[in-house]
């Protein structure tokens, strides 16, 4: 399994971040460059993956200001105490 | 598997870190509360952390400026082009 560092610069990258996620690879994408450029499509990019990784069963959370970890099937982000 | 967000406050937390890499889990840690608190603390656990992962077969990588991902056997950090 890999864990991948992304920069998402724009939407049309998301169909190959699904890809990856779909071959099993743990996506650490930083969203400040979308962010910076266009807040709509980053909207629209979080919430179709939030929807794509949810119904795979994978995972998707906030890591900091700048990130958010997708997982595959298999990976959860812990939420506990500590 | 779990993936888990840790703040690095303290040297003292190396064992439980190593104990939760060696239970499995992808920890990344946000480095900068120990770096703003003392940098050669800061390095001795980097360093131990370094050693410790290599020799149980896992992968160590930087996050930016303030996370380092730590990994267990069987995950790596991807270090290809893109």
């Not at 610069?9 to 049309?12: E, L, M, V």
């Given at each position: 399994m890999y864990l991948k560092a992304v920069q998402l610069?724009?939407?049309?990258q998301v169909p190959s971040i699904k890809d990856e996620v779909s071959r099993n690879m743990i996506v650490i994408l930083r969203i400040t460059p979308l962010a910076q450029k266009n807040i709509q499509d980053l909207k629209q990019t979080v919430e179709e993956l939030y929807g794509f990784v949810s119904s795979i069963g994978g995972d998707i959370a906030r890591l900091g200001d700048e990130r958010v970890i997708l997982t595959p099937p298999g990976v959860k982000v812990w939420r506990g105490i500590n």
């Open positions: 610069r724009n939407i049309d």
